[in-house]
Every structure is written in C-alpha cells, then in structure tokens.
C-alpha cells in the first residue's frame, strides 16, 4: 500500500521554503527558540502587521528589536527571538515572507553561525560593602557606569541575553532596582 | 508631466486607469469630496448600497464571477467597521478587493473625531495589506499599489483610507506605469526539478487523485481549461473544494463530486484511499481533512500553491510546489507530453473499478416526500430548469449552501460564488447584486436560507433601484438548519434558539419592497413557480417553505476522518466523541 517514501530531504531547492530546516524531523514536538531577522519597508504599520501576525496567529516572541537600518532605501530591520516547534517556525518564516511588505527574511539560528547582542541597563542602589561588591562585579562583566550618585549606580552592558541575565542575578541582592533592555540584536557571522 | 488635481479627482482617475468600470458604495461626511468627483463624471457606475457590509459582498460577487478586482468605497467610523466581515470575508476566500475608505482630516486623527475609527488599525488583520495616505502627492501611486497587491500572487483585500483633507489638497498625478509594484512580484512559474518529481509520481501511481480548489479559479480562465485538458488526458479522478466546483465540468466523465464535511461519499473515499494526491490551489482546510492524523494515510501528496506559508502549514506534503496554477500546470502537461505520456493504466482500471462501487452507493440520496418539498428536491428542480441556461450561483451559509454544491452542477469557472473560508451569512445577497451589476443579462440565483437571507435583506433597494433582477431562491425551513442539525447530533437534540420565530411573510416583503414574489409549499407547484421566477424580469423572492427537519447528508463528523462518513440518519446515534465536540 505505502508509495514510495519521498522526503522532504529530496526536494530541490526553488521548490519549497528550503531551509536546512527541512533536514529535521517535521514531526518534532520539541520547542525550539529562533532569532529572525525580518527586513521590512520603513513605513508606518509595518511593525503592528508583523507583530500582529504573531498575536493573531499564536506565536510567541521572546524579544524584539526594530530600528530604521538603511535610510536611503526606507527599510527597516526587525530582530525577533520567537520559540515553537519546528513546523511552527517554519510557519511563522513563512507567514512573514509572504507579507507584501517584507523584503527578507534570515533565519540566523540555521543559516549559519551568527552573533547575537543586547545592551542593557542596570540600576543599583546600595551603599557600604554592597555598594563595592556591585562595582567589583560590573568590572568583571565589563559594565560601565553611566550614572552614579552616592546611594546609586546606573550600568550599561552589552553582551548576550544570558550574560545579561547572569549579571542581574547577581545584582539582585545588593540592591537592584530597575532594569531596561533592547532585546536582541543579531548578525550572521561572516560575509 | 501631468497637471495637479485635487486627491479626490485623483481617486476616480486612478479607478478609471485600473479599468473600474463600476463602484458599489456608501456615502458619508468623510468621503464626500469623493462622491462629488463621482456625481461629475460618467465613466464609473456608482451602486448605492444598503449597509456597507453588503458593499464589500458585492464587490465580492463582482470580483468572484469576473476574475477583475471589485471595489467598494464607504465613509470614515462606521462606515469602514462595516465592511469589516466583507473584508475578512475576501481574505479567507482570497478574493481581489480594494475598499476605499474616508477618514477624519488628518489634523484631527488621534482626537476622537466625529466618526472616527482607527480604520488601518482595525482593518490590518483583515487585509492583505492597508495604508493610510497622509499626503496627496502620495495618494493615486498608493491607489495603483493597491490595485496591483490585491490582484498578484494569492490575491486579497486591501484597503486604502483617505483623509477628508487629503481629499481636498492639490498635487501631481501619479500614473499606473510610475506606482510601486516592483516590490511585490510572487513567483508565478513553478520549480521544474519540483514539477518533474510530480509528473514521474503520476506516471506511475496506481490510485491517483486531483484535488483541486480556489486557486484554480483564482488563477484563471486558463487554468481551467490547463487542469481539463490534464484530467482527460490522464484519466485521473478529480474531486474540488467547495471554493473549487466549476473548473472542472460537473459533467466531465471523471468528476467525483465536492469533498469534504458534506463532499461525496466517493469523493471523501477515493481521498482516503488513494497513493498519490495532486492538490492544485487547495489549502487542506478542516472542513477538507477531518482529522488530520487519518487523513489520507497511505498517499504521497503533492502541493501546488502560489502562497509558501499555505505549504506544510496542516499538512506535510512530499512535493511543494509554489507557483500560479496555470504556469504549473501548463509545465507539468508539457513535462509529462515530452516524456511520453505514461500513466499507469492497470492500475488506474482497477481504481476507477473501485470508485464505481463506491458512486453506486449514491451518497445524495434522500427520502423524496410527495407533500413537502425536500429541499434537496427543490435543488434537482432547479438545476434542471435551469441548466444550460447563462446561469450564475451565489449562496448563503448553512445546508443550503452545502446541498447547492451537491445538487447544483457547474461547468465552467466563475459561476459560483460563495462564502467557503468565512462562512458568513449574509453574504449571498449582495453577492447576487455584485454578479448580477456585472453580467446584466445573465440569470443571477442566490439560493439562500431564511435565517441568513435576513441579515442583509436591505439590499433588495439596491436590487430594485440598481434593476438587478437577482433571484433570491429561499429554501425556508424556519430553522437555523445547520445549527439545528449539530444540536441534534451534538447536543442531545436540545434545540437552543435555533428556530427562526417571527418571520416575515416573504411575499408581502417582495411587495414592500415593489418586486415579486412566490410562496410554494407543494412540491406540485413547484417547477411553475421556478419557471415563473425566470421568467419575471424583475428581482424575485422565492419563498420555498420545505422539509422543516431534513438533515444534510453525507457528513463527516467533527473530529472523525474521511472513511467514517454519516450517509443518513440511521448512522448519527452517538457518533460525535467528547473530542469531535470541541471542534466546530
């Protein structure tokens, strides 16, 4: 009864969304989470159509970050982190690649390797041994402060999403008190 | 260089650059620049509608039975969240639209103007895609944008919302050749290492099947005639979506029938059984698979789809293939001409050999009743006086809609319309306006049931002012019927608010609203009455009174796959699981 068992592993690429995703197992339940880089037109209602598809739909974003990238050409690029199975990424590449005003979409997490970068800011009150804990622990981290009064220090980070977590953890006991993040910002590694 | 003109000048010679001959709309404070452009002109018919809901499914019917883009203009607040349905309505069914919307002056947007709405806001899940044009100079290149988004790739809404001064402002006219198109191109023509993979699968399958739906339609008269000429000369069996009946002749010697929840009973076995499905522009929807797990478990299948994110989105598929149907199915036919032609044709004798047993169960039958009409028999009678005739079909949603397309037979694209993704009742009125406005002379039948004729029964003004002779074919049964039926499958036969008290007495409607109209009750009267409807030149409203009980057979239960079909009541005890019940 059963044909002939073609996968997807055989289909050339033009055919379908052809990424190394493809390669994995459809059926895999396991959650996986993925940073895409989404370049769209600079225009109003842009970022509200792109992140309304992932209310719309059910997907998740973990983090996201958008900023006008390339002035000359109005485009903007959008990093998003999302998490879901691989059909769902999949789904969601392609879900975005079909809107009229996205020009691309990268996923960094399979194309290749990719650095991922997010700045964050650190505000620490404390005073005595506290005071000069968080200080010896911002300079292991390579925070520097970008404010200080006598009871408070502001830090600013850049690293990568657990390194900035880590250092809150830390942090935490000797007196912080708010912090702000970008969210991720990412580029493949190479040309 | 062109001149400057006004932004609602620009408005009306951008329709008319796009080949709009006709608008169905709404007047209102926010678009009255518009509507002055309009009144001093003769180029563009302007239908005035009812509500604006009934705009949007006018433009709809317009657009389905003319493969061309319908438009519809409506005025700022209220006017825009009416044509909410319609637009969301043409997105599920991937219908070409553009509405054009009023809004507040721009330097009153964001102050809870009088008819404000955050129309781009509301409207952006709804559309393909929508803008706000703040700028005149920017305003008539948006509208060509539009015009080009919703007709390429897999077509859809589009919105495009006008501030009143906008309306009012001055700048240089932007032509069709100068608009933005050039970043929204979708591939029309298919991989061809991806279109080889599935013509060497059809050389050799054994139990081969097309399941064809919208995109075919969608994709052309063409296309069309492409799938004909690959089904005759394959012998395949070939089944559609409801969105799909009409590219294959009904009468074609290998049509099985609609599929799905309500499809044929051979339809939905051949789709379980089969070893190679070619789905050509369908989308696996929940009405189409059932349960996904069993859904035809022992078959290849390969996908053909304009729209990527329409691929492995239900179902995995082993052959993609993104492309426009027509340049896909034109490769294919050449690919598998070139390569001799093949097809394995014991294998095919003994599948026709099965799908025969399973067509001479004869799925459609139903008890006839000397009495009351049946409303299946109400069909057969229409379809027989009828056919042949230049006819075209809109619905509304319920049984009706489904014993239309068991009953009705449809030989060419363009001819049925009606509101498969959505299911939105009150669609097949205006829709019957929209094809009618488009195709004069044509027979126009909208076969409706009384509960959804009612949502949007204003529109017989627009029918009687706009002398569109739509036939409003009623099959009333005082019951929300579908409704009714899963209540007595599903929810131990406790029938809440299913049943439509306080009718109106349709003929005495027809007389209000000064066209004619029939009450049939007996199925003795019943060809005379039909006859009798054709004949009047003039909108008609046909009240059938039928079968208050009948329930639509074949079904295939919420939660169940394709080969545990109901054929009947005998079937129905206690079949719907705990699981199924969630499911709508």
């Known amino acids: 009864m059963k044909g002939q068992n073609v996968s997807a592993l055989n289909i050339k690429r033009g055919s379908t969304s052809h990424s190394a995703y493809d390669l994995r197992d459809p059926n895999a339940e396991i959650i996986e989470s993925h940073t895409l880089a989404v370049v769209v037109d600079n225009e109003s209602g842009v970022l509200a159509r792109v992140i309304g598809l992932f209310s719309g739909r059910g997907y998740n974003i973990e983090s996201l970050t958008v900023a006008e990238t390339d002035h000359a050409r109005h485009l903007s690029r959008i990093t998003v982190v999302t998490t879901g199975t691989p059909a769902v990424i999949e789904q969601i590449k392609a879900q975005l690649g079909r809107m009229v005003p996205v020009h691309e979409v990268h996923d960094l997490t399979v194309e290749g390797p990719s650095v991922q970068r997010e700045l964050a800011l650190f505000k620490v009150a404390g005073k005595g041994e506290a005071r000069i804990e968080a200080l010896r622990l911002a300079e292991i981290f390579r925070a520097h402060v970008v404010d200080s009064t006598l009871e408070s220090f502001v830090f600013e980070m850049t690293g990568t999403p657990e390194k900035i977590d880590s250092f809150a953890e830390l942090m935490r006991p000797l007196g912080l008190k708010e912090i702000a993040r970008t969210g991720v910002a990412a580029l493949s590694r190479g040309v | ?584």
């Open chain 2, 1 to 584: 260089m062109t001149k400057a003109m006004t932004g609602a000048r620009m408005v009306v010679q951008a329709l008319k650059d796009q080949g709009v001959d006709v608008v169905f709309g709404y007047p209102g404070g926010a678009v009255l620049p518009i509507y002055d452009e309009i009144f001093q002109q003769n180029d563009i018919r302007h239908i005035l509608v009812r509500h604006e809901q009934g705009a949007v499914h006018m433009a709809e019917g317009y657009a389905r039975s003319t493969g061309k883009v319908g438009v519809a203009l409506v005025t700022s607040g209220p006017g825009a969240t009416n044509a909410v349905t319609g637009l969301t309505d043409a997105l599920l069914d991937s219908i070409p639209i553009v509405v054009l919307s009023g809004q507040v002056p721009t330097f009153m947007i964001g102050t809870d103007g009088f008819q404000e709405a955050d129309t781009v806001g509301i409207t952006r899940p709804c559309t393909k895609m929508n803008w706000l044009v703040k700028d005149t100079a920017k305003l008539s290149g948006t509208i060509h944008e539009a015009f080009h988004v919703a007709r390429s790739g897999r077509p859809g809404p589009v919105l495009v919302d006008i501030p009143k001064d906008v309306q009012f402002a001055q700048a240089e006219y932007t032509p069709m050749q100068r608009a933005r198109t050039a970043h929204y191109q979708p591939r029309l023509k298919g991989d061809i290492e991806a279109i080889t993979a599935m013509v060497e699968m059809l050389e050799t399958a054994e139990r081969p099947i097309f399941y064809t739906g919208g995109g075919v339609i969608n994709s052309g008269v063409a296309a069309s005639q492409l799938l004909r000429e690959f089904v005759e000369a394959t012998g395949f069996p070939i089944t559609s979506t409801l969105m799909g009946l009409g590219a294959y002749p009904a009468s074609g010697k290998s049509w099985l029938g609609m599929l799905g929840m309500h499809g044929l009973y051979e339809a939905n076995l051949a789709m379980h059984g089969c070893d190679l499905m070619i789905n050509v522009g369908a989308r696996f929807d929940d009405r189409i698979t059932g349960r996904l797990k069993d859904f035809s478990p022992n078959s290849r299948k390969v996908h053909i789809d304009i729209d990527p994110s329409s691929i492995n989105k239900v179902i995995r598929v082993d052959v993609p293939i993104i492309g426009d149907v027509g340049h896909v199915l034109e490769d294919a036919l050449r690919i598998w001409k070139a390569r001799g032609r093949k097809v394995n044709k014991d294998g095919l004798a003994k599948w026709w050999k099965q799908i025969k047993e399973w067509q001479s169960v004869n799925c459609l039958d139903y008890k006839p009743s000397e009495k009351t009409i049946k409303p299946q028999y109400a069909l057969q009678r229409l379809e027989a006086l009828t056919k042949g005739m230049d006819r075209y079909v809109t619905t509304e949603v319920g049984q009706h809609q489904m014993w239309a397309a068991q009953f009705l037979g449809f030989e060419a694209p363009n001819r049925w319309m009606t509101s498969g993704g959505l299911g939105t009742m009150g669609y097949g009125l205006p829709a019957s306006i929209g094809v009618q406005v488009a195709h004069p002379e044509a027979l126009v039948i909208n076969v409706a049931g009384e509960a959804s004729w009612l949502m949007n029964m204003q529109e017989m003004g627009t029918a009687m002012q706009f002398r569109a002779p739509v036939k409003q074919f009623i099959l009333n049964n005082e019951r929300l019927g579908m409704v009714r039926q899963w209540q007595e499958l599903l929810h131990g036969e406790r029938y809440s608010h299913s049943w439509s008290e306080s009718l109106p007495d349709f003929v005495k409607l027809a007389e209000a609203f000064g066209c004619k109209g029939l009450k049939v009750s007996d199925p003795r009267d019943l060809d005379d009455a039909i006859m009798e409807m054709i004949r009047y030149d003039g909108p008609v409203i046909f009240d059938c009174l039928v079968e208050k009980h009948e329930n639509c057979f074949p079904m295939i239960p919420s939660g169940k796959p394709h080969n545990e079909m109901l054929l009947g009541e005998a079937d129905t005890q206690g079949v719907i699981g705990a699981k199924g019940a969630v499911l709508v």
